[in-house]
């Protein structure tokens, strides 16, 4: 199976992990766990990754976090999106569409190169 590069998604990781915070507040393990379900253990985010973007964006005002007991008794930190950090993400997400338009251009699906007017 094909994974993805962590140097290839490292300017999305805000991204993702603002995306998941968007309807409710969650904590580090859960987050690096949908990271991988829901990219089908594509990219597997790593712990030191997923913890320095949380104090990058925490430093930025984009999320908040706070201390909760879980039902084990076991004090977990849950990070909530703020008002910045949504419009972070919306920002985020029209760079992203921009983005894959350029790439579009330079990406064949048979991996065969073709410029435009040339044979």
């Known amino acids: 199976m ?5 140097d290839v ?17 969650s904590y580090g393990y859960e987050i690096s766990r949908m990271i991988r379900t829901i990219s089908g253990e594509k990219y597997v985010i790593k712990e ?3 913890y320095s973007a949380f104090t990058r964006m925490e430093k930025n005002g984009y999320i908040t976090s706070f201390s909760q007991n879980a039902e084990n008794g076991k004090r ?19 760079e992203w569409n ?6 579009e251009h330079f990406i064949s699906p048979t991996g065969v190169r073709s410029l435009p007017g040339r044979q």
């Open 48 to 50: 030191t990754t997923l």
């Open 9 to 25: 998604i490292r300017g999305y990781n805000d991204t993702i992990i603002l995306y998941l915070l968007l309807d409710r507040p």
């Open 76 to 94: 977990r930190t849950y990070y909530s999106i703020t008002d910045a950090g949504r419009e972070y993400y919306r920002e985020k997400c029209a």
């Open 98 to 103: 921009l983005t894959k338009e350029v790439i």
């Open 2 to 6: 094909t994974t993805i590069s962590s």
